[in-house]
C-alpha cells in the first residue's frame, strides 16, 4: 500500500470544496493485476463494504493525486478523481488516491458474495476482476515495521522510537489507554452513511470487538469499534494494555463475530 490513507484520515478534520479536477493527458488503457483487489489496511484479499480497498493495475491514470481538494464542504465523498472512476458490484466506489499502479477506494455499500470491479480512465474502462465481499475483514493500519496505527487520546503516536526520522515517540506502556485504528470492522448502530464523511454522532459496530496483545486480553473500551467523525470508513478502538505485559513486541488481534484481524500486526511494549 501506499501507507497514506490512515495518517491523512486521522489529522484531516475539514474538506475544502474545489471544483473538480481536469482530465490528465495521455491516458492510456488501463488493466486491474489478477488477485491485487484487496482490504486497504491488510492487503488481504477480499473487500468489505463501506471499509478501505486498495486495487493494483497498470495504466491506471498518468497523475498522483488525493481526493484533499475534492471532498464537498457539506463532506460528500468523491466517486471520480482525475477523470478515473472505479465500479463495485455496479455501484460508484468513493476515490480517495490515484497513482499509474495504485488506487485507494472506500467500498460502496455492495452486498456479500463476488463482487465485479472495474477501474475507469479517461481512455475508457478495463475488463473487470472480482473481489469476495465479506460481512467482517478487521484489519488494523500499519506503520514500518508492521507496527499498529496507534495513538494516545491526545493524538500523539503510540510507536517504538526510531520508527520515524527525526522523531521522538514513545512505545505503549503497560496500563495505557491506546487508540487503534482500522477497517473493515463491519456493520454498524445505528447504520453507516453512506458517501459522506462521518458526522459526529456515535457510530459504532452492531457486534462487539475483542483484542489481544500477544494472547493476552486487553480491554475495549464499550467493546466496540467505533467509526471516526468526520473521516471514512476509519474505525476507532479504544484500549487498555494489559498491565502484566513485559517489555517486548507482541502480535495485536482483534476479533469480531468470528473473524480476525491478521495476527502479524505488532505493538511495542515498553516499561
Known amino acids: 500500500g501506499d501507507g497514506t490513507e490512515c495518517g491523512d484520515h486521522i489529522y484531516s478534520k475539514t474538506y475544502p470544496l474545489t471544483p473538480a479536477s481536469a482530465c490528465p493527458a495521455g491516458d492510456s488503457a488501463t488493466t486491474i493485476a489478477p488477485g491485487q483487489i484487496s482490504n486497504g489496511a491488510s492487503y488481504q484479499p477480499g473487500m468489505v463494504p463501506n471499509a478501505w480497498l486498495q486495487i493494483k493495475g497498470a495504466n491506471l491514470t498518468k497523475v498522483t493525486d488525493t481526493w484533499a481538494n475534492a471532498v464537498g464542504a457539506d463532506g460528500a465523498l468523491p466517486t471520480s478523481l482525475d477523470c478515473v472512476s472505479v465500479s463495485v458490484g455496479g455501484q460508484p466506489a468513493y476515490i480517495y488516491f490515484v497513482s499509474q499502479g495504485q488506487i485507494n477506494v472506500l467500498a460502496p455499500n455492495v452486498g456479500y458474495g463476488s463482487m465485479p470491479v472495474t477501474v ?44 520515524f526520522a527525526g522523531a521522538t515517540t514513545v512505545a505503549a506502556k503497560p496500563g495505557d489507554v491506546v487508540v487503534l485504528w482500522g477497517t473493515g470492522f463491519g ?80 505493538l511495542t511494549v515498553r516499561h
Open 187 to 266: 456493520p454498524t448502530s445505528p447504520d453507516t452513511p453512506v458517501g459522506v464523511a462521518i458526522p459526529p454522532t456515535g457510530f459504532v459496530t452492531a457486534s462487539p470487538v475483542s483484542v489481544t496483545i500477544g494472547g493476552t486480553a486487553a480491554a475495549v473500551y464499550n467493546n466496540t469499534a467505533a467509526l471516526a467523525a468526520g473521516n471514512a470508513g476509519l474505525y476507532q478502538l479504544a484500549i487498555t494494555v494489559p498491565a502484566t505485559l513485559a517489555d517486548g513486541d507482541y502480535s495485536i488481534v482483534a476479533a469480531i463475530n468470528g473473524v480476525s484481524s491478521p495476527s502479524t500486526t505488532i
Open 120 to 163: 475507469t480512465n479517461s481512455a475508457g474502462t478495463s475488463g473487470p476482476e472480482t473481489a469476495s465481499s465479506q460481512e467482517y475483514g478487521p484489519a488494523f493500519f500499519t506503520w514500518p515495521g508492521n507496527q499498529v496505527v496507534a495513538t494516545r487520546t491526545d493524538y500523539s503516536l503510540v510507536v517504538k522510537n526510531g520508527t
